[in-house]
């Protein structure tokens, strides 16, 4: 079987299954907080919420690579994959699962509803699937009548622990939509949604229809180059200094993340004994243009949240004040 991008002139003459991509296009969504694991040391001591991603914009722009049948309007099963160093992004505490935002691109075409699954598994040795140890699933069912692309909040309620220090990967599986094995009247194509706007790791698709049985990059899939399937998945880790837990010996301001950012960021720091502390942060031109934290703090690990929706991009500098110390550090805002 080959794998190739069909045109529209020869979509309607072809009956295999092919790899195909989606051409239309959509902007959706307002933006959520984005991080990327370029940045091998970013720490998150404090704990809090995290997102675990690679993508630096929410923005969905059309469908991904798909192993399906554009002459006849359906995608077959495909399995939509990526993966993500935990430890190299810093992640070194169990972070517990509390929603993911994914794009999808749906083409139900008057069909009541498509059930998939999203998986998360654990990675020891090649990206293989023999080598996957799934911690957990859950459904989502795409409905009649949502836009064809646009950036899905998935909600998740129960308890899903991913290990840190860990390999993790993220398996979005979508069954065939073709009619003869749906039951339903029309064709279904359903994919990942894309876009192209910095992306740092490469999205995987594996289908048993076009024997790609192992995730392969979008990168070494036909012509297509690689597609970003945008990804955010969202969580919490335990905050530090809990009963039991070590206080920390010094004062210090930790790496924001994720850097860059929009809109959002997180800022840890450590407080080393009861002292009045501020932290605030400043623009370019030396203005201040937000407080994060004032008051008196108790010795302890904290983390504090900096909202910049209303202010340009650019680089920021933000600043701790405690205990008769002063550190600051930097982080860029890209919108």
Not at 27 to 54: F, K, N, R
Not at 67 to 95: K, P, V
Not at 147 to 170: H, K
Request: proline residues 7%; contains cysteine; negative net charge.
């Amino acid at each position: 079987m080959r794998f190739s991008l069909l045109t529209l002139a020869t979509a309607v003459l072809l009956l295999a299954p092919q790899v195909v991509l989606a051409q239309n296009s959509l902007t959706a969504s307002p933006a959520v907080s984005v991080g990327t694991d370029q940045e091998p040391d970013q720490s998150h001591p404090a704990g809090g919420d995290v997102v675990i991603t690679q993508s630096v914009s929410s923005t969905v722009d059309g469908g991904g690579v798909s192993c399906g049948n554009s002459g006849a309007g359906y995608t077959t099963e495909n399995s939509y994959w990526r993966l993500f160093d935990l430890a190299a992004m810093g992640f070194n505490d169990d972070i517990t699962l509390t929603s993911v935002d994914m794009g999808v691109r749906v083409a139900l075409n008057g069909n009541p509803s498509l059930s998939t699954s999203l998986r998360f598994y654990t990675l020891e040795g090649e990206f293989l699937i023999e080598n996957l140890t799934l911690i957990d699933e859950v459904e989502w069912s795409a409905q009649e009548g949502e836009p064809q692309a646009y950036l899905l909040n998935l909600p998740i309620s129960d308890t899903i622990v991913v290990p840190g220090g860990s390999m993790f990967v993220v398996e979005w599986f979508t069954p065939s939509g073709d009619p003869a094995e749906t039951g339903y009247e029309n064709p279904i194509d359903i994919r990942y949604g894309r876009n192209t706007e910095g992306e740092t790791g490469p999205t995987y698709l594996s289908s048993e229809s076009c024997a790609i049985t192992e995730p392969t990059p979008t990168s070494e899939i036909g012509e297509f180059g690689h597609l970003h399937w945008v990804l955010f998945v969202n969580g919490t880790m335990p905050v530090a200094n809990e009963a039991g837990s070590e206080l920390p010996t010094t004062v210090t301001l930790g790496a924001s993340y994720p850097n860059p950012f929009n809109p959002t960021a997180t800022v840890p720091f450590t407080v080393n004994e009861a002292s009045d502390v501020r932290v605030s942060v400043f623009d370019a031109l030396g203005r201040e243009v937000a407080v994060l934290a004032s008051g008196l703090h108790t010795p302890g690990a904290y983390s504090v949240t900096f909202d910049a929706a209303g202010l340009p991009s650019g680089t920021y500098l933000y600043r701790l004040e405690a205990n008769g110390e002063v550190q600051m550090r930097t982080m860029t805002l890209l919108k």
